[in-house]
């Protein structure tokens, strides 16, 4: 291996394609050669052509691309197709060599490569060129038709690529057919392999892309779906479980104030927000309104609609005073409406994210997001959908999405992903009572916030939207035309205790005068029992005084000795008393 | 030994070969032996370098070696290999 040891420390070439740089830190090794492989129609051609046209803007040194199975004039056609950046001076630094061998080429012999090498080696000094691509090498090797001399070539190819020192390429097709395992071992001789995969699944193509084997580097080995929309291949990639989202204390309003208090100021900036519901549950039309609330403090907002046009969008948010109208003229709205189309919604969301690239809003609607869940029970297409919004998260873009689902039984939640990934998950239901139908909210979920467990009424009317409080009567929930008999009921009721409470206040004054009354009645009495006595006790001193007075009168009077103290009962004037005798 | 018919000769060809290659050596001598065998002295054979006539090569298209183009008579036929199936070469050579 003279090869490796001649090598410096390994350093990458950024590849420009969207994910694959990150799932190989950096992108291709430099001064090494890579293999693609896949079967037909997987992308061979525009992973390697895309690199090469994003270097030579990137770096402006010049790239060769040796193309053994389609002309280079087919080639240059199909580059067009996409929305790169390909223009003249960039087209000019790539050398395109045709290295297609006729169909009515005669073959006697073997024959090998050391002719091309040389040309190539020539041009690549003459145009400085740092990259080449060899794109179906198989086509050529095939005509060898001789297993021996096919894998003399292949490492003629890779010491001339050591030797050149250019950074490799190398597309090779793998199909089922035996022959094809025959080329197997270029997997053992190149620094790296990528691994492109188109399968069916249910009718749905999906492209996947995986990284097999990277020497001196590592990489995430895990296969990634890739879509080849208008920006070219584009891998989604999810970074790997490593989640580094910069979260925001912002709050950004919903649109409806009263829900902006129920989660205790809004929806958090760059976080996402799912609105559940049954359909007509007023779902878009509070997308509408976040919309709208958006555009008028000023942000950038898109408005993804499926299988609605945005004029008809537009008409019904009038309908409840809701204008976006305005917005959208003034250029800070922009609806983007689309079918739910085709077979692989990969390239949809790929397109979305373009779209969302293009605008650069900071809020984003997308209604409903449950168009595309018919597709997303696919593995892919859920990756392909979570993808999307961890995009989303990443770019600080706050989404609102809705949903049609008509319980929150969850299973059609949870088979997308949609709901775990919800930062917010509001749900709108109906309450069918009475003969009518009143729409109901309730907020699921809010991370990172309080939030209000009440359900709340919502009300559309053609002056805008509010929420009310419900009823709960009898374990009941009141809504609409119930809850203004509820009221009705209620006022009355107050009324009638307010004039209960009223005569019954009339009723304790009245006892209360009387007790005060009664009380002066006693206290009067009190008065005149007092001076009674008063008067009674004057008498009755005066008398006893009076009867001293008399006694002593009376002794006197009868001569008595006053200082001789008689036994008592016994009269010292009439001799002892006998007993029986009374007085008479 | 057939008779030479005319003065010019009838067959032009021009073959490309990569230095002392293994496939290029070969394809000298076979091609100048058969055409020796069939053509006589009504050939012209050019042998090119490759490795010393780069742009030249890239002028005629040529992708692998040896590469042998009959330029006449028209139209413009190619061969790769070290020509070492006769058989092919000749109906190569002798076809339109």
């Known amino acids: 291996m003279k090869t490796l040891s001649k090598q410096a420390p390994l350093t990458k070439v950024l590849t420009g394609i969207q994910g694959f740089d990150e799932i190989t830190n950096g992108g291709l090794p430099r001064g090494r050669t890579t293999l693609v492989m896949g079967g037909p129609g997987c992308g061979k051609t525009v992973f390697s052509l895309q690199l090469l046209v994003n270097g030579v803007n990137r770096t402006k040194e010049a790239a060769m691309f040796v193309a053994f199975e389609e002309r280079t004039s087919q080639i240059l056609t199909n580059a067009a197709t996409f929305n790169w950046e390909f223009s003249e001076p960039a087209r000019k630094k790539i050398f395109f060599f045709d290295a297609q061998i006729a169909p009515d080429t005669v073959k006697s012999g073997e024959f090998d490569l050391i002719g091309m090498l040389h040309m190539l080696k020539i041009k690549a000094k003459e145009l400085k060129a740092t990259c080449i691509v060899f794109d179906g090498i198989d086509v050529l090797l095939g005509l060898l038709d001789d297993p021996v001399a096919e894998r003399r070539e292949i490492y003629r190819i890779r010491d001339w690529l050591a030797d050149t020192g250019l950074t490799g390429v190398i597309t090779q097709k793998v199909g089922p057919l035996k022959r094809d395992l025959r080329y197997n071992f270029l997997q053992f001789i190149v620094d790296c392999v990528v691994v492109l995969r188109h399968q069916v699944v249910d009718g749905s193509a999906f492209r996947n892309l995986r990284v097999m084997k990277y020497r001196g580097s590592g990489f995430y080995g895990d296969e990634f779906p890739i879509s080849l929309s208008a920006e070219g291949l584009q891998l989604s990639n999810r970074g790997p479980a490593e989640l580094r989202y910069e979260v925001s204390e912002e709050r950004v309003s919903s649109g409806i104030p009263r829900l902006d208090a129920m989660l205790r100021g809004g929806y958090y900036r760059g976080s996402n927000v799912l609105l559940s519901g049954a359909p007509g549950s007023a779902k878009s039309t509070l997308a509408g309104l976040f919309a709208a609330a958006a555009c008028k403090r000023g942000e950038r907002t898109l408005y993804v609609s499926f299988d609605e046009g945005a004029s008809q969008i537009i008409r019904n948010l009038r309908s409840v005073a809701v204008e976006l109208a305005p917005h959208q003229k003034s250029g800070l709205l922009k609806m983007y409406s689309t079918r739910t189309r085709g077979p692989n919604i990969v390239e949809q969301f790929a397109e979305l994210r373009a779209t969302v690239r293009a605008h650069r809003p900071s809020c984003l609607v997308v209604d409903p997001l449950s168009a595309l869940a018919t597709k997303l029970s696919h593995l892919a297409s859920a990756d392909a959908a979570q993808q999307f919004l961890d995009f989303l998260k990443g770019e600080r873009i706050t989404v609102v999405n809705t949903s049609l689902m008509d319980g929150i039984s969850t299973d059609e939640a949870t088979a997308t992903g949609i709901s775990t990934i919800a930062d917010t998950w509001i749900h709108l239901s109906y309450l069918v009572q009475d003969g009518e139908r009143n729409r109901a909210l309730t907020i699921v979920k809010s991370r990172g916030t309080g939030h209000s467990n009440q359900v709340r009424e919502l009300k559309l009317s053609d002056t805008g939207v509010t929420l009310a409080d419900v009823f709960v009567a009898q374990g009941k929930v009141l809504m609409g035309v119930a809850r203004w008999e509820w009221e009705q009921y209620e006022q009355a009721e107050k009324n009638r205790t307010q004039v209960a409470t009223d005569l019954k206040r009339l009723q304790l004054r009245r006892a209360q005068a009387e007790a005060a009354a009664r009380m002066q009645v006693v206290q009067t009495e009190m008065e005149a029992r007092d001076a009674e006595l008063a008067v009674l006790d004057q008498a009755t001193g005066s008398a006893s005084q009076l009867l001293m007075s008399d006694q002593g009168v009376l002794r006197r009077m009868r001569h008595a000795d006053e200082e001789s103290a008689l036994p008592d009962g016994v009269s010292p004037t009439f001799g002892k008393r006998r007993p029986g005798r009374g007085r008479s | ?96």
Request: charged content about 20%.
């Open chain 2, 1 to 96: 030994m057939p008779p030479i018919a005319i003065k010019k000769a009838s067959l032009v060809l021009r073959l490309y070969v990569a230095g002392s290659a293994p496939n290029s050596v070969r394809a000298i001598r076979n091609a100048q032996a058969i055409c020796d065998a069939h053509f006589a002295s009504r050939y012209e054979l050019e042998i090119v370098d490759l490795l010393e006539h780069p742009q030249r090569a890239f002028i005629d298209g040529i992708i692998v070696t040896p590469t042998l183009i009959r330029l006449l008579p028209l139209p413009v036929q190619k061969v790769v290999g070290s020509l070492s199936d006769a058989e092919q070469l000749l109906l190569a050579l002798a076809g339109s």
